[in-house]
């Protein structure tokens, strides 16, 4: 059973800072991608932010230069930086990874999801 389990959401003032942790857990024989999700209060749950195995990077407009997303593969863990939060960035934010399991067929992908941690940034 694979988890991921997140950390890091809270509180914060309009330009001050987070980092939000994302562990991955269990029977897993790699990691491909891993992304960070945002889902504020009444929108849809939107692509903040990619980061392959090979250490491509991808951000949505909105957070480019304030968000940097990273990995340390040894732990398993993906990250994601947030600095000079806006109070626009005030949403629940998911950790989605693609692991590659074994399988009596062979290697295959699946998605995993966190169970999302809570951001809000007040004015």
């Known amino acids: 059973q694979v988890q991921l389990v997140e950390s890091g959401g809270g509180l914060v003032q309009a330009g001050g800072s987070l980092r939000l942790s994302c562990a991955v857990s269990?029977?897993?024989?790699?990691?491909?991608?891993m992304a960070w999700y945002r889902q504020a209060p009444g929108k849809g749950r939107e692509l903040v932010a990619t980061?392959?195995?090979?250490?491509?990077?991808n951000y949505v407009d909105s957070v480019k230069g304030r968000f940097t997303i990273s990995r340390d593969n040894a732990k398993n863990t993906g990250y994601l930086q947030m600095s000079s939060l806006e109070p626009e960035d005030t949403a629940v934010y998911y950790c989605?990874?693609?692991?590659?399991?074994?399988?009596?067929?062979?290697?295959?992908?699946?998605?995993?999801w966190g169970q999302g941690t809570q951001v809000t940034v007040s004015s």
């Open positions: 269990g029977s897993i024989f790699s990691i491909d991608t």
């Open positions: 989605k990874a693609i692991i590659v399991r074994s399988t009596p067929a062979g290697e295959r992908n699946y998605q995993y």
């Open positions: 980061i392959t195995s090979g250490g491509s990077l």
